[in-house]
Structure formats: C-alpha cells, structure tokens
C-alpha cells in the first residue's frame, strides 16, 4: 500500500526519515507482491521526496535515489522472467506448429498416393477394356506392357 505522506508536515530530520522509512517499507512490500503499480507510484513517491526535501537531509536523497533505482531494477527482473516465460510459450508453440506440419505434410502424402492410386485403377480398368476388344496384334502387346507396369506401381505401395 502506498503511504499517504504531506510533504507539508516534515520538519524535523526524524519526519524526513520516518517518511522515507514509510516509503521503503511500501517499496519493499510491492516488490515482494511483484505489484509493478505500486513499485512506479513509490518511484514517482520517492521523486517527489528528493524534489521537497530540505538540503539537511541530503543523505536521504542518496538512498531514495538509490531505491527508485532498486524499484527499476525489480520492474527490469520480472520483465526478465515474463520474457523467458514468453521464450518457453514460443519454444512449446514452435513444436507444436512442427508437429502439426509434419502431420499435414503425411496427410497430403497419403492423398497424393491414394490420387495416383485411383488414377492407376482406372488406367488399368481402360487396359482391361481395350484388351477385350483387341486380343492380338502390336495394340495388346503395349497393353500388356502398360499393365505390368502398373501392377509393378501397385506391387511398391506398401498394404494397409
């Protein structure tokens, strides 16, 4: 929780110190709650310690600053860890995208061999046919050829 402090009220250096106590009691509290809010409200809180502060308390503007940098430097550690999470997110997306292609790129294998299938079932229904028509000569004898060579095709599909 952020303390509620009139800068108007400080007079002796014990209110000046008190105050900044309240302050990094707060800043160490929204660190520990990782509250990214807070810690920024405490950095603008410190600041405007540092700007009202009389000149005898110069050494508690050192250590404010030091703890606006402390606060900056909690918000730069929990960036830090939300973006290795993000790489993990991005690193378990990416196998998962590589997964689906390698399925996709099976599947359209799959489809092509059972295209180029149907295609040879119907080629040879249509050399079955034209052999019924011509049972000799130079035509019967390509026929023949054509349909080895697809049954030599049919022989290299491997069998569900």
Same mark, same amino acid.
């Given at each position: 929780?952020?303390?509620?402090?009139?800068?108007?009220?400080?007079?002796?250096?014990?209110?000046?110190?008190?105050?900044?106590?309240?302050?990094?009691?707060?800043?160490?509290? #929204?660190?520990?709650?990782?509250?990214?809010?807070?810690?920024?409200?405490?950095?603008?809180?410190?600041?405007?310690?540092?700007?009202?502060?009389?000149?005898?308390?110069?050494?508690?503007?050192?250590?404010?600053?030091?703890?606006?940098?402390?606060? #900056?430097?909690?918000?730069?550690?929990?960036?830090?860890?939300?973006?290795?999470?993000?790489?993990?997110?991005?690193?378990?997306?990416?196998?998962?995208?590589?997964?689906?292609?390698?399925?996709?790129?099976?599947?359209?294998?799959?489809?092509?061999?059972?295209?180029?299938?149907?295609? +040879?079932?119907?080629?040879?229904?249509?050399?079955?046919? +034209?052999?019924?028509?011509?049972?000799?000569?130079?035509?019967? #004898?390509?026929?023949?050829?054509?349909?080895?060579?697809?049954?030599?095709?049919?022989? +290299?599909?491997?069998?569900?």
């Amino acid at each position: 929780m952020i303390p509620n402090i009139d800068f108007d009220d400080l007079i002796t250096t014990k209110d000046w110190a008190d105050a900044l106590q309240s302050i990094l009691t707060a800043a160490s509290a #929204a660190t520990a709650a990782a509250n990214s809010t807070d810690r920024s409200a405490l950095r603008g809180l410190l600041l405007t310690f540092i700007k009202n502060s009389p000149p005898k308390v110069e050494l508690l503007d050192v250590i404010a600053r030091e703890a606006i940098e402390d606060l #900056a430097l909690a918000d730069i550690s929990q960036s830090l860890q939300r973006i290795a999470s993000r790489n993990a997110e991005l690193e378990q997306a990416t196998k998962m995208i590589a997964g689906v292609t390698a399925e996709a790129q099976k599947d359209a294998r799959t489809l092509q061999l059972e295209s180029t299938l149907s295609a +040879l079932a119907k080629a040879q229904t249509a050399i079955d046919a +034209l052999r019924a028509i011509e049972t000799s000569g130079p035509l019967n #004898a390509k026929l023949s050829s054509v349909a080895d060579a697809i049954a030599a095709v049919n022989a +290299l599909v491997p069998k569900k």
